[in-house]
Each structure stands twice: as C-alpha cells, then as structure tokens.
Nanobody, 118 residues
Framework: QVQLMESGGGLVQAGESLRLSCVAS????????VGWYRQAPGKQRELVAL???????NYADFVKGRFAISRDNAKNTASLQMNALKPEDTAVYYC????????????WGQGTQVTVSS
C-alpha cells in the first residue's frame, strides 16, 4: 500500500519561508506526477504546484515566483519551497501522487499545517 507523508509545516510570519517535504513508500514517485495541494478552512482543496517525472513544473498563479516544487525520484521524495509567505497561504498542505493538472491522483498524504501570521 502506497503511503505519503508530509512534514515541514509550522507557524511563520509573513515574508518568511518554509520547506515542505513528502516521502513516499514504495516506488510510486518513480513514474507519476507529484503535486502539492492546499485546503484552507471553509474552502475547497486546490492545486498549488505539480511536477512530472521528467521535471516539468506547473504552478498556480497565486504562488508563481514564490514557491518552487522539486523531486528526487531515486529517493521517492518531493519538496515544496515556499518563500515570501502571506497570511492567505495559511492552509493544510497535502502531497499527492498520480494526478495531472486537471485531476488529483489517488494517493494522498495526511497533510501538514502551514500558518502564516501577519
């Protein structure tokens, strides 16, 4: 059974940075796109960034220029570097595998809380 586990969330002030990490059991990262999603209270879960196996990336407009997604296929890990954080970035961030830009994949982590204070 594939498992994804996120880490790196926390409480920061506006303008600061955080780096989220996702580790996958098994080899699911080897062939599938990996995405980071987020869900704020009362809002729908939304795609933040996606990276394909070959390294092609796609970002939501609201994080372009501030966030960077990366992956290490050999280590089955993915990361999300978040810079210049804003209070509106506050959400639970989830790692996802096997999806596309249009649809999330079937594999989810448990989520990690990111809180940005003003």
């Amino acid at each position: 059974q594939v498992q994804l586990m996120e880490s790196g969330g926390g409480l920061v002030q506006a303008g600061e940075s955080l780096r989220l990490s996702c580790v996958a059991s098994g080899s699911i990262f080897g062939g599938n796109p990996v995405g980071w999603y987020r869900q704020a209270p009362g809002k729908q879960r939304e795609l933040v960034a996606l990276i394909t196996r070959s390294g092609f990336t796609n970002y939501a407009d609201f994080v372009k220029g501030r966030f960077a997604i990366s992956r290490d296929n050999a280590k089955n890990t993915a990361s999300l570097q978040m810079n210049a954080l804003k209070p509106e970035d506050t959400a639970v961030y989830y790692c996802n595998a096997g999806g596309t830009i249009a649809y999330s994949g079937p594999y989810w982590g448990q989520g990690t809380q990111v809180t940005v204070s003003s």
